[in-house]
């Protein structure tokens, strides 16, 4: 019996078929786990930009708090240099007073030290001659006038004092010229007293005769009490 062998004859077509099957399963394959490998890499870096912009929304909440901080004491610098500038006109202002105080109290120092050198010190404002009779220690109306305005300037001006010295002539012993001048300034110092003048600034003595030897009017003119007033030289 001869044998006969059997020879399959597969069309090229259908390998060819075959074939791009296969490739496109292989592709659709990898292509998928291209696209699988792709989203979860996009899917990482989706979560590594959500944690990156939750940092820095965290970072912008720093910053605006800090900014706020920086804004809070910017304002609070300037408060406090506004005060320190009105400090420091207030003790601009302080300091001017106290230099003017210190210029006052100079000022009363000295005059005190002058007061106080000059204490025993002092002027002659005004003076008037009071004239008497001979042998008179009486007051004449003129005498009275004249010795009314002393009385006027003592009581305007409290400063002033009036010393009174009392003189005759050389007429009679020495010892009743002095009485008769004492006589006589005691009537001008009773009048000042009773017009208003105060007792504690009248100064008065008798001086006796009045210089040496005199004629005729000079002689007149010795007797009398000399009116001074006076004020404490500065």
């Known amino acids: 019996m001869r044998g006969v062998m059997g020879v399959v004859v597969i069309p090229a077509a259908m390998l060819v078929l075959a074939s791009g099957c296969a490739t496109k399963n292989f592709v659709r394959e990898m292509v998928g786990k291209s696209e699988q490998e792709l989203d979860q890499r996009v899917g990482k870096v989706n979560e590594k930009v959500v944690a990156v912009e939750g940092r820095l929304g965290e970072e912008s909440q720093r910053v ?45 120092d000295g005059r005190l030290t002058r007061l106080w050198t000059n204490r025993n010190k002092r002027q002659v404002v005004e003076t008037v001659h009071v004239q008497f009779g001979f042998d008179k220690a009486e007051l004449t109306d003129g005498a009275q006038t004249a010795l009314a305005t002393i009385v006027k300037e003592l009581q305007a001006n409290p400063a002033l004092t009036v010393d009174l010295e009392g003189y005759a002539d050389p007429t009679g012993t020495r010892d009743y010229n002095v009485t008769l001048s004492q006589r006589r300034v005691e009537s001008v110092r009773r009048y000042l007293i009773q017009q208003g003048a105060e007792l504690p600034r009248i100064h008065s003595v008798g001086m006796g005769v009045a210089g040496g030897a005199a004629k005729g009017e000079e002689v007149a003119k010795q007797r009398r009490v000399t009116v001074r007033l006076m004020i404490a030289a500065e």
Do not use: H, L, P
Request: aromatic share 2%; glycine share 12%; hydrophobic share 35%.
């Open 64 to 108: 605006t708090k800090v900014e706020g901080q920086i804004t809070e004491t910017n304002q609070r610098v300037s408060g406090v240099e506004t005060r320190v500038g009105e400090v420091g006109e207030q003790a601009k202002a302080a300091q001017t007073k106290a230099d003017a105080a210190f210029g006052r109290a100079d000022e009363v």
